[in-house]
């Protein structure tokens, strides 16, 4: 019985670290993402280089939005742990030492949060700098036509 409880105790503790290096992984992109904004130059000299400044912005959501889904679904693979473990752990029957155990995660969270936050205001903020780049472009085209 002593055994089951410990095997019991130590899947929850992979899955709990394993949930906090997922998260960490995806606080690490967010970072990236907002480097490689930041260091991004817009070039839309051809119709090739507008197509790949699209691809780029279009990338960088589709990366934003995966670092969002690992985020959530590993606060709710840690919401269930501690379900589990206020409801059905006998060794841990108090709420504080559960949340104790947790609190790590939830400042990885949320990081995670802010930094997700600053990475879609970037990412904003470049999708504006390309369609303003574009808008620019097309208006030298028809004022060029008419010189």
Same mark, same amino acid.
């Given at each position: 019985?002593?055994?089951?409880?410990?095997?019991?105790? /130590?899947?929850?503790?992979?899955?709990?670290?394993?949930?906090?290096?997922?998260? #960490?992984?995806? %606080?690490? #992109?967010?970072?990236?993402? +907002?480097?490689?904004?930041? /260091?991004?130059? +817009?070039?839309?000299?051809?119709?090739?280089? !507008?197509?790949?400044?699209?691809?780029?912005?279009?990338?960088?959501? +589709?990366?934003?939005?995966?670092?969002? /889904? +690992?985020? %959530?679904?590993?606060?709710?693979? @840690?919401?269930?742990?501690?379900?589990?473990?206020?409801?059905?752990?006998?060794?841990?029957?108090?709420?504080?030492?559960?949340?104790?155990?947790?609190?790590?995660?939830?400042? !990885?969270?949320? #990081?995670?949060?802010?930094?997700?936050?600053?990475?879609? @205001?970037?990412?904003?903020?470049?999708?504006?700098? @390309?369609?303003?780049?574009?808008?620019?472009?097309?208006?030298?085209?028809?004022?060029?036509?008419?010189?």
């Amino acid at each position: 019985m002593g055994s089951l409880l410990v095997m019991r105790e /130590n899947m929850r503790t992979r899955r709990y670290l394993g949930a906090c290096l997922d998260v #960490e992984f995806a %606080k690490t #992109e967010m970072v990236r993402m +907002i480097e490689m904004i930041s /260091n991004h130059t +817009i070039r839309i000299d051809s119709n090739e280089d !507008i197509r790949m400044e699209m691809e780029f912005v279009r990338m960088l959501e +589709i990366r934003w939005n995966q670092g969002l /889904n +690992i985020a %959530k679904q590993r606060r709710d693979t @840690v919401n269930t742990l501690m379900y589990e473990m206020v409801r059905f752990d006998e060794t841990r029957p108090h709420l504080a030492t559960v949340h104790t155990w947790f609190s790590p995660f939830r400042d !990885i969270l949320r #990081e995670h949060i802010v930094l997700a936050d600053r990475a879609v @205001v970037s990412l904003r903020q470049l999708e504006r700098r @390309v369609n303003q780049a574009l808008a620019e472009k097309r208006l030298a085209e028809v004022l060029a036509g008419f010189g």
